[in-house]
């Protein structure tokens, strides 16, 4: 009997396929009540809530208790070291994190490394009109486009970037294309280790274009090692990249550098071997 034949005969399951249909309508939401749940796929909110939950469990969801939103966890599906070594660096983040957030009206991310990509290390975020459509264009955002990826890129070790770049060279993606330019890039490198931060790719085309958001990025260093970079995403209809960085550079740098030092009396060392 061939693959096909045999496909044709076996029955699908449909628990399954509900789950898959909820999965793919929070990830299209980005942050999606019960409620919005339910209209959007039809299923009832009983058997939602056992969906819910599942996911959770398997760590795929995660619910924000401040807005009572189910989200898509910042590190799905993934368990084990990976995962604990990113939830003890977000937890000694924290303070810092929440006194720049105190000090800056726009969203500021933690983000690390995922392979190729960024991961953002979810956070409550300022109430404006950035939040929502930063969140779902920026989860994980491009290492090539992204200020938190070129920020991590430009100060990471040249070992490190010598591997990124050749995984991106690799790639089928039209964002990823930058990667085959090493001139460019040598030239971000040295700007942005001459700035002390990185701001989004001005030539970016896609989805997450700056001119939907503008972003800047400082990084997070352990001695040669670059842990993470944080971000802060602005409006450019609202403000430009100067007055953002004349207004909040300096923060964003001291948050790094007590960050730094939390990390530092912690013992806290780099991240675990990854397939990513």
């Known amino acids: ?3 096909t034949m045999g496909t044709q005969s076996v029955k699908s399951i449909d628990a399954l396929r509900r789950g898959l249909d909820v999965m793919l309508a929070i990830q299209r939401s980005s942050a999606v009540t019960l409620q919005e749940l339910h209209r959007q796929t039809g299923v009832s909110k009983a058997t939602l809530l056992r969906i ?3 996911l959770q469990q398997a760590g795929w969801v995660e619910r924000s208790e401040h807005d009572k939103r189910y989200v898509p966890a910042s590190a799905t599906g993934q368990s084990g070291p990976v995962a604990a070594w990113r939830t003890r660096l977000s937890a000694l983040a924290a ?3 929440a006194t720049l957030q105190r000090l800056v009206p726009w969203p500021i991310d933690l983000g690390v490394r995922d392979g190729t990509a960024m991961l953002i290390l979810d956070t409550d975020r300022p109430r404006n009109g950035l939040a929502v459509n ?5 989860f994980r955002p491009p290492m090539l486009l992204s200020s938190l990826g070129r920020c991590y890129l430009s100060f990471c070790p040249e070992e490190e970037r010598r591997e990124i770049l050749a995984a991106l060279a690799r790639s089928p993606n039209d964002f990823d294309r930058g990667a085959r330019r090493p001139e460019n890039i040598r030239r971000m490198v040295a700007h942005a280790r001459d700035l002390g931060y990185v701001a989004r ?3 970016s085309t896609s989805l997450d274009s700056p001119d939907r958001f503008g972003a800047v990025s ?3 260093r352990q001695e040669d090692r670059v842990v993470g970079c944080l971000s802060c995403a602005w409006l450019p209809a609202v ?3 100067r007055e953002i960085v004349s207004a909040h550079l300096a923060d964003m740098q001291q948050a790094a550098q007590s960050i730094e030092r ?3 009396q912690a013992g806290f060392g780099p991240p675990p071997p990854t397939n990513a």
């Not at 930063?134 to 920026?138: D, F, Q, S």
């Open 239 to 241: 403000k430009s990249e």
């Open 52 to 54: 819910l939950k599942t």
């Open 1 to 3: 009997m061939s693959d």
């Open 134 to 138: 930063y969140r779902a264009l920026g």
């Open 201 to 203: 790719d001005p030539t």
């Open 95 to 97: 303070p810092a994190r």
């Open 262 to 264: 939390k990390l530092a």
């Open 218 to 220: 400082v990084p997070l």
